[in-house]
């Protein structure tokens, strides 16, 4: 069934990839490419097209930010204890992207589709990936006192979210670290795609592949509120999103239904409601990272070496909190319980139209129309 509709999608033209809460079926899905395999225009309109999102207003009406950029990264701040370590985790972030997209595409002119980054051509050496060409990519690493980007694209920008969940004006900062940034690497996305549960393989791929590009960018990438104010955290986490999809590609029958989970994570916050914190938590509220930071990943187990040389088989998930059994949590709306189930709802303020899970399990169904090449 799955080819037919494949074939009907090449036959046709008429694609409505970017869907306001319309249920058209996706006949023509847009492709998602590898940021090292675009041309030198490709590159350019998908960087003028974000930097266009850098200089629109925010509309939203969300404290803090200036610009849509910056919404986009508030809305991450005020999910962020509820799409981490939890169930949600990859659709959440999937639903994300697909927003941050179809902003690019109606309010930006991008005729592109959101390109990814393929992380393990770049583990153990961020920093001379082609991703941070100041003249085609996102500039590189950061520089002074408080590592400002020094080149780029984006050197300039005055992002106003962040750090945690704090509103303060500050550049875009990155620290790479190719140490951090082996665990990037091709073996640890295998030991991810071996795995047969949902729990396990989300498990897994929040650990390593995720991990290691927020680790190997570091800075604001490593904030679990703010880091989008990275630009390169969308390249991230398409990346991340192509590797579930992998995964769910590999027996889509059953894996186009799969979720599970606690809703309330290691990050979770009491005193939310309907999946959102409360305005104006205090930063330092994750055990024991300062100021909305992770906290730091070690020291490794014994016997692995260094950060260089991790555990074989890859470092275990997120530690979690146990979740409450009977309660109370934080009602997420569409799950009866504190267990992540497909009418979970995902919320993104009005991004563009709230959708449940089961709406984005399928990157080519109703809701969602792309596909990785
Ligand atoms: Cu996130």
Redesign the pocket.
């Known amino acids: 069934m799955r080819l037919t509709w494949i074939l009907f999608a090449i036959i046709t033209a008429d694609a409505a990839p970017v869907h306001n809460g319309e249920r058209a079926a996706c006949t023509s899905p847009i492709q998602r490419k590898a940021w090292h395999t675009l041309t030198r225009e490709e590159k350019k309109s998908y960087i003028d097209a974000e930097k266009c999102l850098m200089s629109l207003p925010a509309k939203l009406g969300l404290a803090g930010p200036r610009t849509r950029f910056d919404e986009f990264q508030k809305i991450?701040v005020l999910?962020?204890p509820l799409?981490?370590g939890v169930g949600a985790?990859l659709p959440?972030?999937r639903y994300?992207v697909q927003a941050h997209e179809t902003a690019l595409r109606t309010e930006c002119s991008y005729a592109g589709a959101q390109p990814y980054w393929d992380e393990p051509r770049d583990a153990g050496n961020f920093s001379k990936s082609i991703l941070l060409d100041p003249e085609t990519g996102f500039g590189g690493d950061g520089v002074g006192p408080n590592n400002c980007i020094a080149d780029g694209p984006f050197k300039d920008y005055m992002n106003s979210v962040g750090p945690g969940e704090s509103i303060t004006d500050h550049c875009i900062d990155r620290q790479i670290n190719d140490c951090w940034s082996e665990g990037a690497a091709q073996k640890n996305v295998d030991a991810c795609m071996k795995i047969t549960t949902f729990e396990s393989a989300w498990n897994c791929l929040e650990g390593m592949p995720h991990r290691s590009g927020h680790r190997g960018i570091n800075g604001q990438m490593m904030d679990?509120f703010s880091?989008?104010g990275d630009p390169l955290?969308y390249m991230h986490?398409a990346y991340l999103d192509k590797l579930w999809w992998q995964w769910q590609s590999k027996n889509l029958s059953s894996r186009l239904n799969e979720v599970t989970g606690p809703n309330q994570g290691t990050f979770f916050i009491p005193g939310g409601v309907n999946g959102r914190l409360p305005i104006g938590s205090p930063n330092g509220t994750i055990p024991g990272g300062p100021n909305g930071t992770f906290p730091p990943f070690g020291p490794f187990p014994p016997g692995n070496g260094s950060d260089c040389n991790p555990v074989p088989g890859g470092f275990p998930g997120f530690p979690r909190l146990p979740p409450p059994q009977n309660g109370p949590w934080i009602k997420i709306d569409g799950d009866p319980a504190n267990i992540t189930t497909l009418g979970h709802v995902i919320n993104v303020e009005g991004m563009i139209p709230n959708v449940t899970i089961k709406d984005v399990m399928d990157i080519q169904g109703d809701v969602l129309c792309y596909e990785y090449v």
């Open positions: 991450h999910h962020a799409i981490h985790f959440y972030h994300y679990v880091s989008p955290f986490h």
